[in-house]
């Protein structure tokens, strides 16, 4: 989305949010729709009514630090959000004359980063990027998002799998709550990176083929995805509720780790020993493997 469209979109979203009432109007005669008029914004925000037009109609160059908190306070912005309206200022900026080009977004771990996470045999711990590329995992990570990590149609990604296969619906027992989150982190991400084609890109193709994307894209929430609680419905073990806690990598700028941790003595805790033990024991060989003819003998034998 072009970054004019993309302000003009997140402020009208934010304004027609807002009623009158909790923006402290009183009355304000008949209204079409519930949400504040341009003219009220601008008066909350201490600027002119056609200086703020010019803000919703999607320029934000030149716009002071300062004008844009004034107009945060007065939208009611959350922390996330106002972060998000100075990224898209900073988008709207001129561009530099020589532009630095652009490193390709690294694919493998660091082999230190991958021992680190082997050392972790306790707690299920993951790597994603900014796209939601599942980039690593220790085992009991990788045995926990199987799901994920199984399907080639995923691809790893765990946007993919939330918004384009069925599965993902049984696998995250709060799907909608989940859906919202990774929508509204890929947008904060997105307004701080205007420029990741690779991020761009997958939000294109989940735009293109799923409506439950589509809508959520198009309401312009914005939230970092930093810690939580989350319920899944593991294939092998069941039922699991775990709270996690995201760390940012700086040697890996947009890469994030994921600990999942459980409540002591819960079901969850004997369940992720299960599965640490499934994860840690090698398939038994198959009858038909061991049986089965050498090259040398006759097939028809």
Do not use: C
């Not at 306790?122 to 980039?135: E, F, G, L, S, Y």
């Not at 939330?162 to 909608?176: G, I, K, M, N």
């Not at 806690?245 to 299960?274: D, H, K, V």
Request: hydrophobic share 35%.
């Amino acid at each position: 989305m072009d970054n004019r469209d993309e302000v003009s979109e997140f402020l009208r979203t934010r304004r027609d949010r807002l009623t009158p009432e909790q923006a402290g109007i009183i009355g304000g005669g008949r209204r079409r729709v519930q949400g504040l008029r341009r003219e009220e914004v601008a008066m909350l925000a201490g600027m002119s009514s056609d200086y703020y037009a010019k803000m919703e109609r999607g320029n934000l160059a030149g716009v002071s630090p300062e004008v844009l908190d004034a107009l945060a306070r007065a939208l009611r912005l959350d922390e996330a959000e106002t972060e998000h309206l100075h990224d898209l200022a900073r988008a709207a900026g001129p561009e530099p004359i020589r532009r630095r080009p652009r490193s390709a977004a690294p694919t493998t771990i660091r082999p230190s980063l991958q021992r680190f996470l082997d050392t972790n045999t306790a707690t299920p711990t993951v790597i994603q990027n900014r796209r939601k590329d599942m980039v690593a995992a220790n085992p009991l990570g990788y045995a926990l998002f199987s799901p994920v990590f199984s399907d080639p149609a995923n691809q790893r990604n765990n946007a993919r799998f939330t918004f384009l296969s069925p599965a993902s619906r049984t696998f995250y027992t709060d799907w909608e709550q989940g859906a919202d989150s990774i929508v509204a982190s890929m947008r904060t991400d997105a307004g701080k990176n205007p420029h990741d084609k690779d991020l761009t890109d997958l939000i294109g193709e989940l735009v293109t083929r799923s409506d439950t994307f589509r809508v959520r894209w198009a309401a312009h929430n914005v939230k970092p995805h930093r810690s939580g609680s989350k319920r899944l419905h593991h294939p092998d073990v069941g039922d699991l509720e775990f709270e996690f806690e995201g760390m940012e990598l700086p040697g890996t700028p947009g890469w994030m780790l994921y600990a999942y941790t459980t409540q002591p003595g819960s079901f969850t805790e004997e369940r992720i020993a299960i599965l640490g033990s499934l994860a840690a024991t090698p398939p038994p060989v198959a009858v038909d493997e061991v049986s089965a003819p050498s090259a040398h003998q006759d097939d028809n034998a």
